[in-house]
């Protein structure tokens, strides 16, 4: 994304421009993932990065899904759904040191983004534990809503995302 901001990129929505980028990782520098696959789809004049995911042998994978990237008055704007499957429950609630009072089954984490790349505003939506369908809980939604709300709601490393995890998670009473 600040690849395409800072270079004005704005030929990439060209209507005439159909490409596929696939990018694979097998060892990538991250505290929660191993590899990556990196499918970026320019479709004439939409971009999307559908399918593409990260990758943990000890935790699970995270796909993404319905995404796509739109210029709006000079502001990059990406938007998109994600599964989050978890291989290994234990891991992932020792990873993110979730209280083991707070623990309950999970396989899978769904939720949406949006993310606004000139003031780097994260909106998180539709978050849902095990289930597409939208069944979170009223304590969870007040997070998201107050972490949305908040102006200054950047998640900029990796405390600040194990501590918002933490915090659903001691919201949710599944």
């Known amino acids: 994304f600040i690849f395409i901001k800072s270079s004005n990129l704005e030929f990439l929505f060209n209507k005439n421009l159909s490409v596929k980028i696939d990018l694979n990782s097998k ?3 991250n505290k929660l993932f191993d590899s990556s696959k990196i499918l970026i789809n320019f479709d004439n004049g939409k971009i999307n990065f ?3 995911y990260l990758s943990s042998e000890k935790i699970g994978s995270l796909k993404l899904n319905e995404s796509k990237i739109d210029l709006v008055d000079g502001q990059l704007i990406f938007k ?3 599964n989050f499957n978890v291989i290994n429950q234990d891991k992932f609630y020792t990873v993110f040191q979730i209280p083991k009072k707070n623990r309950k089954l999970l396989k899978n984490i769904f939720f949406d983004l949006n993310l606004n790349t000139l003031n780097n505003k994260l909106n998180i939506s539709n978050f849902r534990i095990n289930s597409k369908k939208s069944v979170s809980n009223d304590a969870i939604r007040t997070v998201i809503n ?3 709300n908040d102006k200054k709601n950047k ?3 990796w405390i600040n ?3 918002f995890t933490r915090e659903i998670f001691n919201s949710y009473s599944g």
């Open 27 to 29: 060892n990538i520098q």
């Open 50 to 52: 559908n399918n593409s």
């Open 80 to 82: 998109s759904s994600f």
């Open 146 to 148: 107050k972490y949305n």
């Open 155 to 157: 998640i900029q490393n």
């Open 161 to 163: 995302l194990k501590n």
